[in-house]
């Protein structure tokens, strides 16, 4: 009779700190897995408290209670099936990122986590104190060694270990944030591990918004010789039944679905969407409102609203001055009616005249120049929380990365907002995002189908439109030159020297560091957005306000 072990897997989205709904949750998929005669059933990393916690989890209150739950789900889930779920756990002398093992009515047995990652958004070595070396655990016919998240992503003695202790699977439950081509990233490192061992490996992710991370599950398995045994949804929550069998050459994944990742463009415009909706639910606010100036971003930041949260629950708000075209106020009213939001009309000539009134004694005498520009961008920063305090409603932001950046938006204006969607968006990834959304639906999407962001809106010059005929370029360089030197210096830490080695003229490279550095301040000061790439602004990358530090190459 052929040998098989069942493995109910549960890609799902804890709430971080909801400590009780998350027990609810695991219970929840513990009893599908039981219907479906599983023999063990799995959930990701720290499932039992949320994840990324920071410094919540190092409160002694909180890792208690959380400790707490994971003996009480011990008592509920006493008959079979085991269940396996991350929480924290303290020996009296140090806290550990601790994978438990529940079984018969009690904890079995806690994996500690080993290596600890404390890069890009990881700060782990602030919070758990490493965990000794492990073997595996038996759990019915197999011997299971189970790393956890960074134990198995490097080559290093954790996984090895566990395979010379006479591991016959490994399964690793992990915490794995979004960004842009991730699903590869795994699949190469957990390859590796697998070409290690010899071990079939199973890799268990959560899913779910958490402030700048979206956690986008995509878990599979890989069988020794590198082939992918299945694949579940990026995104999606989803309860899988997968089935090991024992072959004469050791234990093996049987086949099952391997749902393909979407392409990058649909990747980050989900990752946007439901982070913001995710935020939105984990804050408490059920709707936004945004500054709709007839420009490219905040018509983008509009669509991902009305799809993360529904039309209805968006409220867009054109605030013009007698520098706003015609033109923009007809693209405005055309991307409000498409996308079925509501669209109010709040002129700030008035206060606009009222401060200027005030403040004449003072600036007589005076050029008008850029103060007198960003009053118009703090008005409508100030009118549009008056919106939001008055009706409840959450204030998005639509500055884009590039914009981020440089500095090129004003403090306490249109930086004023409690989320920001395009926090990680290159300007030439927003003009295709807005293509790719015009020519793509799908399902989760809430707004309607079609070119909800009216063509003339993608294709005509940014402005900021606090001028007359002003224009982005003459302030900064063209976009597609910004950009690529953004990247450089940035996203792959170039050298001034390696951006001219590359073609670019080293007057305009020193300009754009020299706007990066100065704009530190307004970065720390600004809100939180969608995590798209690895070196994103705030965990990601960590610079200080005052640097008085340039590149001389």
């Known amino acids: 009779m052929r040998e098989t072990f069942r493995l109910t897997l549960a890609q799902l989205a804890p709430v971080l ?48 209670e959380a400790m707490d739950a994971v003996t009480a789900l011990a008592g509920e889930t006493a008959d079979d099936p085991a269940l396996a779920i991350g929480a924290p756990f303290h020996d009296g002398q140090a806290l550990y990122n601790a994978y438990h093992i529940l079984e018969g009515g009690a904890v079995r047995l806690r994996v500690l986590k080993q290596v600890l990652p404390n890069t890009h958004v990881f700060d782990e070595k602030r919070l758990f104190a490493r965990g000794p070396d492990q073997g595996p655990f038996r759990l019915g016919p197999v011997l299971i060694g189970t790393p956890i998240c960074e134990d198995a992503w490097w080559e290093n003695h954790v996984c090895s270990t566990m395979a010379d202790a006479g591991a016959e699977v490994l399964l690793v439950p992990n915490g794995s944030p979004y960004h842009r081509g991730k699903v590869a990233v795994r699949q190469r490192h957990m390859r590796a591990r697998v070409k290690e061992t010899g071990l079939p490996l199973i890799y268990l992710n959560m899913v779910g918004g958490q402030d700048d991370q979206v956690f986008d599950g995509a878990s599979f398995g890989v069988n020794p010789g590198g082939e992918i045994a299945f694949q ?66 905040s018509a983008l930041v509009a669509a991902i609203a009305a799809d993360a949260l529904g039309p209805d629950n968006v409220r867009c708000v054109m605030l013009p001055s007698e520098y706003t075209s015609d033109a923009s106020l007809e693209d405005a009213e055309a991307v409000a009616t498409a996308l079925g939001t509501r669209l109010d009309t709040l002129p700030i000539s008035g206060p606009r005249a009222a401060v200027t009134e005030a403040l004449a004694p003072l600036f007589a005498g005076t050029t008008p120049d850029l103060t007198e520009e960003n009053i118009q961008s703090r008005l409508r920063g100030l009118l549009l929380m008056a919106l939001s305090n008055k009706f409840g409603e959450m204030l998005l932001t639509t500055g884009n990365k590039s914009e981020v950046a440089v500095g090129y938006a004003t403090i306490y204006g249109d930086m004023a907002g409690g989320y920001n ?93 020299h706007l990066i550095f100065i704009s530190e301040y307004k970065r720390f000061q600004s809100a939180p957005g969608t995590r798209l790439t690895d070196r994103a602004f705030w965990l990601d990358r960590r610079y200080p306000i005052a640097n008085r530090w340039r590149d001389r190459s």
Not at 32 to 49: H, N, R, S, Y
Not at 240 to 257: D, K, N, Q, S, T
């Open 17 to 64: 700190g909801d400590i009780a709904g998350n027990a609810a949750r695991a219970r929840a998929a513990w009893e599908a897995g039981k219907a479906a005669g599983a023999d063990l059933v799995m959930l990701p990393e720290m499932f039992m408290i949320g994840y990324q916690p920071q410094d919540l989890v190092m409160r002694p209150a909180f890792w208690r």
């Open 232 to 297: 579940l949804p990026q995104f999606d929550e989803a309860l899988a039944h997968i089935e090991l069998v024992r072959e004469a050459a050791g234990w093996r994944i049987a086949p099952a679905a391997i749902t393909p990742e979407p392409d990058a463009w649909e990747a980050d415009y989900r990752a946007m969407v439901m982070s913001l909706a995710d935020y939105m639910d984990k804050t408490g606010f059920k709707k936004v409102l945004l500054g709709l100036s007839g420009g490219i971003d």
């Open 421 to 513: 969607p395009l926090k990680d968006l290159y300007k030439t990834r927003v003009f295709e995002t807005c293509r790719w959304r015009n020519a793509n639906h799908r399902p989760w999407m809430k707004a309607p189908a079609g070119a909800v962001i009216p063509p003339r809106v993608i294709d005509k010059p940014p402005s900021a439109e606090l001028r007359e005929d002003q224009k982005d370029e003459d302030s900064l360089p063209p976009y597609e030159v910004l950009d690529a030197i953004l990247d450089g210096l940035i996203d792959r830490e170039a050298s001034v020297a390696d951006l001219v080695a590359e073609g670019f003229d080293r007057e305009m490279v020193k300009r754009v560091e």
